[in-house]
């Protein structure tokens, strides 16, 4: 089966511009979720979505980040206006079902780089 | 508040020799726990879960609900264990709610 797609795999802007990055998940997944990796550090879940409701965006930064999965496929996530904080690696993920204790399937991400 | 700590951010070992990647957690409750691994250029991915008590390419986690941890073993390492591997506790017991520590690099020396 065809894995998690994301584009872009890199960008680089300047702070105060804005930018959005696409997940298509795994056919038929039902759970998809964004996670921010900040160099060093271990994935942070931003927000999870069980097919086009959100599930969990108790820690995504929501006076900049916004998040949407129409009818419950694809989803893009956006920054605006970033800040050079926001330099990290974003990563989408799939799950079968409502839980994951199948594990989750990432994406190979989009590196971000903010000037 | 929820923790889940990696003391060591590189562990490098010899071929053969045995491993421990160690992860200690603060949770409430008794949180399910997965170890996921990134290898060189390829994705992060699924290692093993506790509940499934299964070995993974020779690895084992034991939990220690007594300890808080939940590290991870494997009594040969190979070159071909070098990685990131990440704990990963779920907040929520359904394992979509994970929690990523911030990694061990293993490193496999022939």
């Known amino acids: 089966e065809a894995g998690v797609a994301q584009s872009p795999r890199y960008k680089i802007i300047e702070k105060r511009q804005s930018v959005a990055f696409w997940c298509n998940p795994i056919s038929g997944h039902a759970t998809l979720y964004w996670y921010q990796q900040i160099l060093g550090q271990g994935p942070k879940l931003l927000i999870q979505?069980?097919?086009?409701?959100?599930?969990?965006d108790s820690q995504l930064p929501k006076d900049r980040f916004s998040a949407e999965r129409l009818k419950g496929v694809d989803s893009t996530l956006k920054i605006q206006p970033a800040k050079l904080e926001d330099s990290a690696v974003y990563l989408c993920?799939?799950?079968?079902?409502?839980?994951?204790?199948?594990?989750?399937?990432f994406g190979p991400g989009t590196r971000l780089l903010v000037l | 508040a929820q923790r889940v700590t990696q003391p060591e951010k590189l562990l490098s070992v010899f071929k053969g020799a045995p491993v421990e990647l160690k992860c200690n957690y603060s949770?409430?409750?008794?949180?399910?726990l997965f170890w996921y691994v990134q290898y060189s250029r390829q994705r992060l991915q699924l290692l093993l879960r506790h509940i499934s008590r299964e070995s993974i390419k020779g690895f084992t986690a034991d939990l220690n609900k007594g300890e808080t941890s939940f590290h991870l073993k494997k009594p040969f390492a190979q070159e071909e264990d070098s990685a990131m591997y990440y704990c990963?506790?779920?907040?929520?017991?359904?394992?979509?709610?994970?929690?990523f520590g911030g990694g061990t690099r293993l490193m496999v020396k022939p």
């Open positions: 949770y409430s409750g008794s949180p399910e």
């Open positions: 993920a799939s799950s079968p079902g409502t839980s994951g204790g199948e594990g989750q399937y």
């Open positions: 990963a506790p779920d907040r929520n017991n359904a394992g979509n709610m994970l929690t």
């Open positions: 979505f069980q097919n086009n409701g959100v599930v969990d």
